[in-house]
């Protein structure tokens, strides 16, 4: 329930029964592999990666709710399967981001040394700010279930895509 300082590897396999569940402020620059469904949960929780961050194809990661924090300072978050965060804050600071984090209902920061190319998906009720990159795309997905609403309170730049559209699931 403390701070879990990760400079080895983290593998968070299927295995038999039972839910994965990390419940700790989780400081990662060394290697994380999810491989199986996991939640990242911890109160006021403050997440950082600044190496390898990966989530294997089939795999979801899923962070939500109680002001939960995920900083992207560095290295590679590589996602082949799904990161999904729900009322919560995503931090891009740095590094590097393959596949499409979902963000519903959250925060999305980009800091100025968040200049990668990158995709966020925003759905629901969310807020961004920071400037969008060349070669960021930002989409906001409305859904059969959920309008969505993404609202910048200062404004900004954008030299990236902003993409309005609706998808038929989720």
């Known amino acids: ?78 996602i082949s399967g799904v990161f999904d965060m729900t009322t919560a804050t995503f931090n891009f600071n740095g590094g590097n981001i393959s596949g499409t984090p979902i963000l519903t209902n959250s925060t999305l920061n980009i800091g100025a040394g968040g200049t990668s190319p990158a995709t966020f998906s925003m759905r629901g009720a969310g807020t961004i700010s920071g400037d969008i990159s060349t070669g960021q795309t930002i989409l906001v997905n409305g859904t059969s279930s959920y309008n969505t609403v993404l609202t910048a309170a200062n404004g900004f730049t954008n030299a990236g895509t902003i993409t309005l559209e609706n998808i038929s699931s989720t």
Do not use: C
Not at 9 to 32: D, K, P, W, Y
Not at 34 to 55: D, E, R, Y
């Open 1 to 78: 329930s403390g701070v879990l300082v990760n400079t080895g590897t983290i593998n968070v396999e299927a295995g038999t029964g039972g839910g994965r569940q990390i419940s700790a402020n989780l400081t990662n620059s060394g290697t994380v592999n999810i491989n199986t469904p996991t939640t990242l949960f911890k109160a006021a929780g403050v997440h950082t990666n600044s190496n390898a961050f990966n989530i294997a194809s089939g795999a979801t990661f899923t962070i939500s709710g109680s002001s939960q924090v995920f900083n992207q300072n560095g290295g590679t978050l590589g």
